[in-house]
T-cell receptor, first 117, second 114 residues
Framework: GAVVSQHPSWVICKSGTSVKIECRSLDFQATTMFWYRQFPKQSLMLMATSNEGSKATYEQGVEKDKFLINHASLTLSTLTVTSAHPEDSSFYIC?????????????FGQGTRLTVV | ELKVEQNPLFLSMQEGKNYTIYCNYSTTSDRLYWYRQDPGKSLESLFVLLSNGAVKQEGRLMASLDTKARLSTLHITAAVHDLSATYFCAVDMWGGTSYGKLTFGQGTILTVHP
């Protein structure tokens, strides 16, 4: 079963409004989570690193005031797209690494398809 | 800046044939992942390769990692239609005890036809 849960799976919003996306690690603690964005027929691009209890680290070119990240607990990170515009329409995917002795792996949420109209 | 390049980007295969997808990356890393993505879906983990010379197999797919050559391969044996999907390799940008910050290749769109 899923070890990282992302919600909602899809959302449609009007231009100028804000949308919050949640990412939860289900059976492990994640001090770090990652947020990616994927445009149609393209690869995934890392947007930011979400750090529990501290500020997120944003990749070059990603507006931190537009994409607000909060990592308030060891199992939850949220991404808020503020004042959304049509060009923000994309597939947003979170991931969390689960550390294991022999097989550390990065697990991905189900993704959120955002459409801004 | 870490760059990850896959080839081919598009692969049309006949059922029953074999083929290999290549993943080259530009800086030192000993952690590489392969994922499958179906249309409209998120990523499904296929393989985690954590050391030089690692080889893993699952069904008709086999992945290997050569950290000295900075190359990973995903070999498909006797392709079947169900393997049609987009395949991504991803390299972990972090080292030591930190994991999971990935740079992805462009993806390979695989289509298997009769």
């Amino acid at each position: 079963g899923a070890v990282v849960s992302q919600h909602p799976s899809w959302v449609i919003c009007k231009s100028g409004t804000s949308v919050k996306i949640e990412c939860r690690s289900l059976d492990f603690q994640a001090t770090t989570m990652f947020w990616y964005r994927q445009f149609p027929k393209q690869s995934l691009m890392l947007m930011a690193t979400s750090n529990e209890g501290s500020k997120a680290t944003y990749e070059q070119g990603v507006e931190k005031d537009k994409f607000l990240i909060n990592h308030a607990s060891l199992t939850l990170s949220t991404l808020t797209v503020t004042s959304a515009h049509p060009e923000d329409s994309s597939f947003y995917i979170c991931s969390a690494p689960r550390l294991q002795i022999l097989n550390t792996e990065a697990f991905f949420g189900q993704g959120t398809r955002l459409t801004v109209v | 800046e870490l760059k990850v390049e896959q080839n081919p980007l598009f692969l049309s295969m006949q059922e029953g044939k074999n083929y290999t997808i290549y993943c080259n990356y530009s800086t030192t890393s000993d952690r590489l992942y392969w994922y499958r993505q179906d249309p409209g879906k998120s990523l499904e983990s296929l393989f985690v390769l954590l050391s030089n010379g690692a080889v893993k197999q699952e069904g008709r797919l086999m992945a290997s990692l050569d950290t000295k050559a900075r190359l990973s391969t995903l070999h498909i044996t006797a392709a079947v239609h169900d393997l049609s999907a987009t395949y991504f390799c991803a390299v972990d940008m972090w080292g030591g005890t930190s994991y999971g910050k990935l740079t992805f290749g462009q993806g390979t769109i695989l289509t298997v036809h009769p």
